[in-house]
């Protein structure tokens, strides 16, 4: 049907979702079609590719079937046994449970570094290290790297740095244009939006790179199903505006909680007093995002009944989407990070990660409100400084 002349699809206003898992050759060696089986390449995942390369100002990004299917075709595609990997020791979860459980395995040693300290960074790299890989702002904690730094140390060592870019996205942070080599996405979170399609993606302006992702990505069997990047392309057009009000109400929700009694620590790069709040205004475009994490007084019991009654914020191991959902790192995202590594990347058992959605911003204040005056009580609040800073900030 997509060869029929007049049937339309050429013209559609929105790319067509191609399904077909193999196109037809009308002859022995007949070159004519750029694809021949899904598994190698697809027009549905071809138009997201070249989406995410333009958001990055590069050529077509690969895209693979989950955020950690990306990162495994990225390590595969420039590691092998003897190499070693610098990374940074605030990251999420799952990529330190790959490359402890996995890639050890085969031979891949790595180093994790606090790399909010770029010299840390610089005194691991060794003779056989082969890649930097950065989590910016981290999972959960929002630490964030000196991307522009750490690529500098990167070009002088000779490693390229690879930057997981998943919680700010194009939009907010451009990991190539501040000098790092290859940007790592899940856009399982903000770049699908929708939680409705997994998938991952590798961003780089390094075409022999390139050409080894989408070797690796076709014998691995790795690919983003057609379905998943028609869905994707879908969300990337309303990309910018959702993380202009993930960013917005983030910083309303941040603010609110700094000033509440039983919220011990908050982290968000765009808190006035965030530590690292000179180098959020460097590496980011306008937005800090809509993920933040924050710590409550009263142990882990607390912390369950507050759950408990919170209405409009779901418990989910996930973020990016344009509901709000809350997450305890310490026993979902980050359970398989060994206790030593949680603690010193400050995942403390009272960390809770926020991820603001598209609600209203005073609903969302309503909501964790009421969740904390039915486990701590509405005490009136004597701290003059904190009321006054909670009356400036929170919205009508
Ligand atoms: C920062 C970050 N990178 C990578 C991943 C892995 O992505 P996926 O779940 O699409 O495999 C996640 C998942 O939560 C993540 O938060």
Same mark, same amino acid.
């Given at each position: 049907?997509?060869?029929?002349?007049?049937?339309?699809?050429?013209?559609?206003?929105?790319?067509?979702?191609?399904?077909?898992?193999?196109?037809?050759?009308?002859?022995?060696?007949?070159?004519?079609?750029?694809?021949?089986?899904?598994?190698?390449?697809?027009?549905?995942?071809?138009?997201?590719?070249?989406?995410?390369?333009?958001?990055?100002?590069?050529?077509?990004?690969?895209?693979?079937?989950?955020?950690?299917?990306?990162?495994?075709?990225?390590?595969?595609?420039?590691?092998?046994?003897?190499?070693?990997?610098?990374?940074?020791?605030?990251?999420?979860?799952?990529?330190?449970?790959?490359?402890?459980?996995?890639?050890?395995?085969?031979?891949?040693?790595?180093?994790?570094?606090?790399?909010?300290?770029?010299?840390?960074?610089?005194?691991?790299?060794?003779?056989?290290?082969?890649?930097?890989?950065?989590?910016?702002?981290?999972?959960?904690?929002?630490?964030?790297?000196?991307?522009?730094?750490?690529?500098?140390?990167?070009?002088?060592?000779?490693?390229?740095?690879?930057?997981?870019?998943?919680?700010?996205?194009?939009?907010?942070?451009?990991?190539?244009?501040?000098?790092?080599?290859?940007?790592?996405?899940?856009?399982?979170?903000?770049?699908?939006?929708?939680?409705?399609?997994?998938?991952?993606?590798?961003?780089?302006?390094?075409?022999?790179?390139?050409?080894?992702?989408?070797?690796?990505?076709?014998?691995?069997?790795?690919?983003?199903?057609?379905?998943?990047?028609?869905?994707?392309?879908?969300?990337?057009?309303?990309?910018?505006?959702?993380?202009?009000?993930?960013?917005?109400?983030?910083?309303?929700?941040?603010?609110?909680?700094?000033?509440?009694?039983?919220?011990?620590?908050?982290?968000?790069?765009?808190?006035?007093?965030?530590?690292?709040?000179?180098?959020?205004?460097? !590496?980011? %475009?306008?937005?800090? #995002?809509?993920?933040?994490?924050?710590? $409550?007084?009263?142990? *882990?019991?607390? @912390?369950? =009944?507050?759950?408990?009654?919170?209405?409009?914020?779901?418990?989910?191991?996930?973020?990016?989407?344009?509901?709000?959902?809350?997450?305890?790192?310490?026993?979902?995202?980050?359970?398989?990070?060994?206790?030593?590594?949680?603690?010193?990347?400050?995942?403390?058992?009272? !960390?809770? %990660?926020?991820?603001? #959605?598209?609600?209203?911003?005073?609903? $969302?204040?309503?909501? *964790?409100?009421? @969740?904390? =005056?039915?486990?701590?009580?509405?005490?009136?609040?004597?701290?003059?400084?904190?009321?006054?800073?909670?009356?400036?900030?929170?919205?009508?």
């Amino acid at each position: 049907v997509a060869q029929a002349p007049g049937c339309g699809l050429d013209r559609a206003l929105v790319a067509p979702l191609v399904q077909s898992t193999t196109f037809v050759q009308h002859e022995l060696g007949d070159g004519s079609c750029q694809h021949a089986y899904s598994r190698v390449s697809n027009p549905t995942v071809d138009h997201l590719e070249s989406a995410l390369g333009l958001l990055e100002d590069a050529p077509p990004a690969v895209c693979f079937s989950s955020g950690l299917a990306a990162e495994s075709g990225l390590f595969t595609a420039l590691l092998g046994a003897g190499d070693h990997v610098v990374v940074g020791q605030a990251i999420y979860g799952g990529t330190v449970r790959l490359l402890r459980e996995i890639f050890a395995r085969f031979g891949v040693s790595h180093t994790f570094v606090d790399s909010s300290d770029p010299l840390q960074v610089a005194r691991a790299i060794g003779r056989s290290t082969r890649l930097i890989f950065l989590e910016s702002p981290a999972n959960p904690t929002m630490l964030l790297s000196d991307i522009q730094e750490i690529s500098w140390i990167g070009r002088g060592a000779g490693v390229p740095v690879a930057v997981d870019n998943t919680f700010l996205t194009p939009v907010l942070q451009q990991p190539l244009e501040l000098g790092a080599d290859i940007s790592v996405y899940s856009t399982t979170k903000f770049i699908d939006g929708h939680s409705l399609a997994l998938g991952g993606a590798i961003v780089t302006r390094d075409t022999d790179l390139l050409d080894r992702l989408r070797f690796v990505r076709k014998s691995c069997g790795t690919i983003q199903t057609p379905y998943n990047a028609w869905l994707t392309s879908r969300g990337i057009k309303t990309l910018p505006l959702r993380l202009q009000r993930h960013s917005e109400n983030a910083l309303r929700v941040a603010r609110w909680l700094k000033a509440q009694p039983c919220v011990t620590v908050v982290n968000y790069p765009g808190l006035d007093d965030f530590p690292q709040r000179d180098l959020a205004e460097r !590496l980011h %475009r306008g937005g800090h #995002g809509g993920v933040l994490s924050f710590e $409550l007084e009263g142990g *882990l019991s607390a @912390a369950t =009944e507050f759950l408990r009654h919170l209405q409009l914020f779901s418990l989910v191991e996930h973020v990016g989407s344009v509901e709000s959902l809350v997450t305890h790192p310490v026993t979902m995202t980050h359970a398989d990070v060994p206790d030593e590594q949680r603690l010193a990347s400050g995942i403390t058992p009272g !960390l809770f %990660r926020l991820s603001i #959605g598209l609600e209203d911003a005073a609903d $969302l204040i309503d909501d *964790l409100a009421r @969740a904390m =005056e039915a486990v701590w009580g509405a005490g009136p609040d004597d701290n003059p400084h904190r009321v006054l800073q909670a009356l400036a900030t929170v919205p009508p």
